[in-house]
């Protein structure tokens, strides 16, 4: 008697210490109670029945996940994250783009469980399927383009475009995650003709680093040509505006003397000769004006001539005074 009450202590002992379930801080619980889905426990200390009448799913919810396709991150803990097989994760990175050309793509997704429900119920192993879903997007995705959209120019589109499809998927299937990024990583030709695409690149790089040179060179000397023409332009314009002025100020003034001298031929032509008399004598020398009836000119010319002063005789040295014999 004593050992059937010491059983059903322990029993009872053991079911209360199972009646209680602690759901960490980032994930949710799916309650499930012979099997069949009963609710879903937020984080904190929870009470269920005892013996495997209810059993409990701890789901990370708040946890962002990610699939690493190609390569794989020391340390993970999820079995999930990368491809442990060394020749599947080859092979799943090697894809042929749209122009067939070979490429070697690796690239990651970044993901949360956004329905702990449908994660658990709807798949039987959600991130493997995640997985191969992910692997064939990135193959519709690269196929559809070049190789040197590939390797260059497309990446980014190519991102944006595999994140709108994996995501339609996803929601499609009813999988209860949300994909947050798709990320590429390392996009390179394959090995045995890496060299090659080096040097393609290499001259293409040089390519347009010639147009750029030459394409500062034309901005720099273009301007300035420019500049120098329209400053050119500007003093011919101005040139030939002042001349035409001036010419326009010459015939006003003749027209103007033209009037006056209509008028009084006479004194105009007095006027004009005193005029010029007075811009032409002051700049002849040695001119000597007289009355034209003084009889004799030429004892008038010394008046004019400059007197040349008198030379100065240089100075002698002074006899020195002798001294008398003794």
Not at 7 to 17: E, S
Not at 94 to 108: F, Q, R, S
Request: without cysteine.
């Amino acid at each position: 008697m004593k050992i059937l009450l010491g059983v059903v202590a322990a029993i009872t002992t053991l079911g209360l210490f199972s009646s209680f379930y602690q759901v960490p801080i980032n994930s949710e619980a799916i309650v499930q109670r012979f099997g069949r889905f009963l609710k879903i426990t937020q984080p904190g200390l929870h009470f269920k029945l005892p013996w495997g009448i209810d059993a409990i799913t701890l789901v990370e919810t708040k946890r962002q996940l990610k699939l690493e396709f190609g390569y794989g991150s020391r340390g993970a803990t999820n079995e999930y994250q990368f491809n442990r097989d060394y020749e599947d994760m080859e092979q799943e990175k090697n894809m042929v783009t749209g122009d067939l050309n070979a490429a070697v793509v690796e690239w990651v997704v970044q993901f949360h469980i956004s329905d702990a429900r449908d994660y658990v119920f709807n798949f039987m192993e959600p991130q493997a399927t995640l997985r191969d879903i992910s692997e064939s997007v990135m193959r519709e995705v690269v196929g559809d383009r070049t190789i040197d959209e590939v390797l260059t120019v497309g990446r980014q589109e190519m991102e944006v475009r595999a994140l709108e499809r994996l995501q339609q998927i996803a929601s499609t299937l009813g999988m209860g995650v949300h994909i947050d990024q798709v990320q590429l990583g390392n996009v390179n030709p394959p090995s045995q003709v890496k060299d090659s695409f080096d040097e393609v690149n290499r001259a293409q790089q040089q390519r347009e680093a010639a147009i750029n040179q030459a394409s500062g060179e034309y901005n720099r000397v273009i301007p300035e040509a420019r500049g120098k023409a329209e400053q050119s332009i500007s003093q011919a314009e101005g040139y030939a505006t002042e001349r035409i002025n001036r010419a326009e100020g010459d015939a006003a003034r003749f027209n103007a003397l033209l009037a006056q001298y209509q008028k009084a031929p006479e004194v105009t032509q007095k006027r004009i000769y005193l005029e010029t008399l007075a811009e032409v004598l002051p700049s002849i020398p040695g001119k000597v004006i007289v009355d034209d009836r003084v009889p004799q000119f030429l004892p008038l010319m010394h008046l004019q001539q400059p007197q040349r002063p008198l030379p100065t005789p240089s100075p002698k040295a002074s006899p020195q005074p002798r001294t008398p014999a003794r």
